[in-house]
């Protein structure tokens, strides 16, 4: 009885015996393989595009996909159907379309810089275990709070110089000439030396409060930049002198600036390999 089960298909009584995908399930399964393959490949060819290429025949895309030139020719005309290409009709190259734009402004429109900087803010702190970290964002580099509900001159802080060096010269002026009151013994009140210390945070990008603010408080400041390249915002560790010198507030430098770039990327902002780090 048992060898006529297992003839049939059966191994045991009530319980069908497993056999090997029929012919139409591997063919489904192909099926389901080219389509993904064909997604893959259109990402790659809508990021074969970029500044220094912004317009790429058919084939020029094969070689750069390694794809015969029909395949690349079909994945573009379908991306040129969505929108997500354009092509040149004087010499048929194409380029990225609308659609891709209308998404990525969605994309831009609905970040949140709080909630892109959490993750790295939180990274940040748990490598320098110092006492607390600093964001502000603003449109105005007038004033600006360590602490929500605290303000103190913009002039004395590690925060408040590393958003006010990248300002328009016309906005420094403009605090400038208001007078720089002194916070501490070391705020710096003087118009020209105030100057030069903003022009050395543009040039080394990151700015400190060495008990400018306040007496007792060391801190150091690096700028958050958005899609176009501004200064919106800025991070900064901070800490009491006695538990913070100057050589090991330097020693954080590196993590803080590349916790801060991190966030400026998630913003949409890209360094090119020869751009100024001084950019306003």
């Known amino acids: 009885m048992a060898q006529a089960l297992e003839r049939t298909g059966v191994g045991e009584v009530g319980r069908p015996k497993a056999r090997g995908s029929s012919a139409m399930e591997r063919k489904g399964e192909a099926r389901t393989r080219t389509r993904l393959s064909s997604v893959a490949n259109s990402l790659r060819l809508i990021k074969a595009f970029s500044e220094d290429h912004y317009e790429i025949g058919i084939s020029d895309l094969a070689k750069r996909l390694g794809l015969a030139k029909s ?3 079909r994945l573009a005309s379908t991306l040129l159907d969505q929108g997500m290409l354009e092509q040149n009709a004087g010499d ?3 380029r990225l379309g609308l659609a891709l734009f209308e998404l990525g402004t969605l994309v831009r429109r609905k970040m949140d810089f709080t909630m892109e900087a959490r993750p790295f803010l ?3 702190m748990e490598k320098t275990g110092v006492l607390y970290i600093i964001t502000h964002e603003s449109k105005q580099a007038l004033r600006m709070g360590s602490k929500v509900g605290t303000r103190v ?12 060096a990248f300002q328009p010269e016309s906005e420094i002026e403009r605090i400038v000439a208001r007078g720089l009151p002194a916070s501490a013994p070391g705020t710096i009140v003087d118009g020209k030396a105030f100057q030069r210390e903003l022009a050395a945070v543009r040039t080394r990008n990151y700015a400190i409060d060495d008990e400018e603010s306040e007496v007792g408080l060391r801190a150091i400041a690096a700028p958050v930049r958005n899609d176009a390249g501004h200064v919106i915002a800025a991070i900064s560790i901070a800490g009491p002198v006695h ?3 100057k050589k090991m507030l330097l020693g954080w430098l590196r993590e803080l600036v590349d916790a801060a770039d991190a966030v ?3 913003l949409g902002w890209s360094r090119s390999p020869g751009a100024a780090r001084s950019s306003r």
């Open 122 to 124: 939180r990274t940040l």
């Open 243 to 245: 538990r913070m010198t």
């Open 153 to 164: 001159p913009v002039h004395s802080t590690a925060v408040g110089k590393a958003l006010l």
């Open 92 to 94: 048929g190259k194409y």
């Open 264 to 266: 400026s990327q998630r």
């Open 71 to 73: 395949t690349v020719h």
